[in-house]
């Protein structure tokens, strides 16, 4: 069987937090072996807790990713709401501009009729009760003053629909900002513990983290039939941003957290699917067996659906995993996640 090959990347000049953070990670320190405490017991602890605090941002950012796409559909339903209003609006203007110059003529006849009146009233439902002048009008000016009625009725509605939708938004923005200050909380706790670690630690993290990238490049994907339809192209895309960093809430080209790399795959192939991965899961037909999954076919982790990924064939996914990381090909049985279903989305 043919092995895994990863192209050369281009040099990254990525500047962002987290790529911080994968700096702190592996950064020596300028003191000496030497000069390196001594061994602490707890130190396995901490390097325990700066993966769970990793696992921690990495679902946090799964939520702050679906608040942000939850904003940019409640701000395409405000433009929306209030376009049409305005048009709604500028339509009742020009229809009272005509009957306001009806008014006028009449006026200089002899008198407005009670009809015109009616068009021109501020409150025309409660002009009506008061004159009873419905009997009055012929059947094709009382069509147009219920025309006239209905249309400042639906602009009432939509400017109270619009009104409620940037509640919503507003609320959600806050919630945005919220999950934000969360994970960079997290982040920063993690880049703490991770100073506390000693130089050795430190190399040693750093090795670890290198053996598992190279695995990646050698990794044997088998040639199993892969999944049908545009997942095949998707899943080919995916493949070309191998070794590119994992940053929390990006989606591409050159940076992803687990969501943002499978819904950019699928843009290339011309596919829309949700942004994270909870939405994700849900997104084609389930797939409940690992052994039924095809390359290219969505894989779901965790119980919470946190985590995202591409089977990639012989039992490895296809993921940007995590903080300080990049996108790589591991091992399912030895990613640490929970595996809870595939999704084929054709």
């Not at 953070?21 to 000069?35: D, E, P």
């Not at 990793?54 to 409640?74: C, D, F, I, R, V």
């Not at 395409?76 to 500028?90: C, G, H, I, P």
């Not at 050795?200 to 049908?228: F, M, T, W, Y």
Request: with cysteine; hydrophobic share 35%; glycine share 8%.
């Amino acid at each position: 069987m043919a092995s895994h090959r990863r192209p050369k990347q281009p040099n990254q000049t990525y500047v962002t937090m987290l790529s911080a953070t994968a700096a702190a990670a592996v950064a020596m320190s300028a003191q000496s072996a030497s000069a390196d405490p001594l061994p602490d017991p707890n130190k396995k602890g901490v390097q325990a807790q700066i993966d769970r605090l990793y696992e921690e941002a990495t679902q946090a950012t799964e939520k702050y990713s679906g608040a942000k796409e939850k904003a940019e559909g409640l701000q395409e339903q405000v433009d929306n709401l209030q376009d049409t209003a305005a048009r709604k609006q500028a339509d009742l203007n020009e229809f009272r501009d005509r009957l306001g110059a009806v008014a006028s003529a009449q006026y200089r006849s002899g008198g407005i009729d009670p009809s015109v009146q009616l068009f021109l009233s501020a409150d025309p439902d409660a002009y009506l009760d008061k004159a009873s002048a419905l009997d009055r009008l012929g059947a094709q000016q009382a069509g147009a003053l219920e025309q006239f009625l209905q249309q400042q009725r639906d602009l009432q509605q939509q400017r109270t629909q619009a009104a409620a939708k940037l509640k919503d938004l507003q609320d959600t923005r806050n919630e945005i900002g919220s999950k934000k200050k969360a994970i960079q909380g997290k982040l920063a706790e993690a880049r703490r513990l991770l100073n506390t670690l000693s130089a050795k630690e430190r190399a040693e993290r750093d090795a670890e983290e290198q053996r598992v990238n190279r695995a990646s490049d050698r990794v044997d994907l088998g040639n199993e039939a892969g999944a049908p339809g545009r997942a095949a192209a998707a899943f080919s895309a995916a493949k070309s941003r191998v070794g590119m960093p994992y940053v929390w809430g990006a989606t591409g080209p050159s940076s992803f957290d687990c969501s943002g790399l499978t819904s950019w795959a699928f843009r290339q192939a011309g596919v829309s699917i949700p942004r994270t991965s909870q939405d994700q899961a849900n997104a084609g037909t389930r797939v409940n067996s690992l052994s039924a999954l095809k390359p290219g076919d969505l894989i779901i982790m965790r119980t919470d659906l946190s985590h995202v990924g591409f089977y990639a064939g012989n039992g490895q996914i296809l993921h940007s995993p995590k903080p300080g990381a990049q996108v790589r090909y591991e091992s399912i049985a030895r990613s640490g996640m929970p595996f809870m279903w595939g999704v084929r989305i054709s």
